[in-house]
């Protein structure tokens, strides 16, 4: 993964270009020209993105897996493709091992349901961290009630970082999944996800991993992770929004239950019996996000071939870049100061209220998220309600932290 410790070994991304593939990017906003610094809420879509799902919509608009006319085979045949796209682009061995969700959160939720609520009883445990997204908390409290399971967490340190020791002693017998973010989207650390999940295999314990901000950021391999499951989002790696994808290892998939019932996801069906398709088709009930899966597997591609590690050293410079010019703003104080971070930079200021800094940001035409970032957990761990967060693409460059910086200036004389 990318980190602020990286070393400038890459040949380097062609920015300038890369921004002429984005049309959102060059619009004013309040007068100024619009800085776009939330990619860790979505990102903005490239031309061959937008493309690709018109393209859809004018010629192969039809639905997948059920005609015999030319429309419905071209749109199966695409649809099938990005699956295998999805499948290259993470690793995995096996396209079958890739099922299409709404995004990350369906995709923990499939998880719970489907795997570890028929392996899990009273008193059994589920393992997540002190920094992991809502999506990645709820679904397993959810679990937790229903099941009378205990929810159990590893608690971060000040820097941000997992304590592992405290990791490895929460793993027990009782453990029945790990859940763990592998970049962290409220501190921007960055998990040690390969240790992790060795640990818990050395005690035959699965492994979930959200990869909903690591995906953006650099190459991720499913197989040298050796991760059970892995989730991402669409939306956040410059394709669309409503898909993304779960990843699985096929022995699991093929033990699981089904998540959805409905049409597309059955061999046969009468009123005494049902008999499931095989997987992924189990777990994708009903018409699916045809042109999300197309205009995702268009986005992974734009990304490739930007070179991942090139695109891992450009955001990890703005990073660094930016940690610097922030922390010499009088009063600001870091929120996460990992060894290993990625993409996202969070901080809040002496007596000025993280919302008040995004709006002056705003009319300033810079967009940072404010707030608790779902994760209020983290928020409680620093003592704090909410950060402002800058979080950076591949577009993104130092000029732009230039403009962050001056608007954070503006807020200081507007608070005096
Ligand atoms: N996991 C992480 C680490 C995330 O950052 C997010 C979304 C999710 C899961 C959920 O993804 P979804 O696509 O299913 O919604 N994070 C953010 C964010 O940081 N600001 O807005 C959404």
Redesign the pocket.
Known sequence: MASTAATATHVGLDVERIRADFPALHQEVHGRPLVYLDN??TTQKPRRVIDTVTHFYEHDCANVHRGVHLLSQRATVAYERARTTIKDHLGAADSREIVFTR???EAVNLVASSFVRPRIGPGDEILITGME?H??IVPWQLLCEATGAHLKVVPINDEGELELDRYAELLSDRTKIVGV?HV??ALGTVNPVKTMIELAHARSIPVLV?G??AVPHAAVDVRELDCDFYAF?G??TYGPTGI?ALYGKREHLLEMVPYQGGGDMILSVTFDETIYAEPPHRFEAGTPNIEGAIGLAAALDYLSSLGLDAVAAHEAELLETATEAVLAIPGVRLIGAAEHRAGALSFVMDGIHPHDIGTILDSEGVAI?AGH??AQPVMQRFGISATVRASFGIYNTMDEIERLVEGLHKVREVFG
Do not use: E, F, I, P
């Open positions: 860790a809420a995004g990350t959160t997204h999506s990645n973010v962290s989207n959200d909903a901000q989002s939306h956040k993304g998220r970032h779902c």
